[in-house]
T-cell receptor, first 113, second 112 residues
């Protein structure tokens, strides 16, 4: 059953801690994306990767880092430098960088205590 | 400033009461307009992609249309299970390539 999985579903972090959100896809998609969703705002792009071992900053990359060592995996680390990390984080992928439609995972809700 | 605006922010319908959601955009160089459905606490589910003015797509009780300035998501005889937030996103050309901009969504509630 192909799809995108994100883990954990809920994550709690103390201030000053780094946390890593997992995103895995078995769709054989080349491109993967990380978005942040806050109430009353549209999805905002954090980072994206069009190919293994390559990634680019999105609109709100400060305080975040990523890696793309495998085609199927695109983990996101929320560092202590991110001032307001509490949000719903969504991972997406698409077949090819020039393809149109992005498909989303189920999301991870991060709460900073 | 290029942007995507969805209206209304929230809509409450009675079961069977048809209506439309609006997504207007001011971007130039449109490459595609996307509609997604999002249930609370879940990721967006892809519904439609529209590429050019005059294009229409249908799926069950939903029909999406596109003009040069806006898109409509028509919901015919809605049922309670259609309750969700509907997101619109626009893909457009920039100097650095394609960019995808999301609207803030319309929260739809269908009541019995």
């Amino acid at each position: 059953d192909g799809g995108i999985t994100q883990s954990p579903k809920y994550l709690f972090r103390k201030e000053g801690q780094n946390v890593t959100l997992s995103c895995e896809q078995n769709l054989n998609h080349d491109a993967m994306y990380w978005y942040r969703q806050d109430p009353g705002q549209g999805l905002r792009l954090i980072y994206y990767s069009q190919i293994v071992n390559d990634f680019q900053k999105g609109d709100i990359a400060e305080g975040y880092s990523v890696s793309r060592e495998k085609k199927e995996s695109f983990p996101l680390t929320v560092t202590s430098a991110q001032k307001n990390p509490t949000a719903f984080y969504l991972c997406a992928s698409k077949d090819r960088p020039l393809a149109d439609t992005q498909y989303f995972g189920p999301g991870t809700r991060l709460t900073v205590l | 400033e290029d942007q995507v605006t969805q209206s209304p922010e929230a809509l409450r319908l009675q079961e069977g009461e048809s209506s439309s959601l609006n997504c207007s955009y001011t971007v130039s160089g449109l490459r595609g307009l996307f509609w997604y459905r999002q249930d609370p606490g879940k990721g967006p589910e892809f519904l439609f992609t529209l590429y050019s003015a005059g294009e229409e797509k249908e799926k069950e009780r939903l029909k999406a249309t596109l003009t040069k300035k806006e898109s409509f998501l028509h919901i015919t005889a809605p049922k309670p299970e259609d309750s969700a937030t509907y997101l619109c996103a626009v893909q457009w050309l920039t100097g650095g390539g394609n960019k995808l901009t999301f609207g803030t969504g319309t929260q739809l509630k269908v009541e019995l």
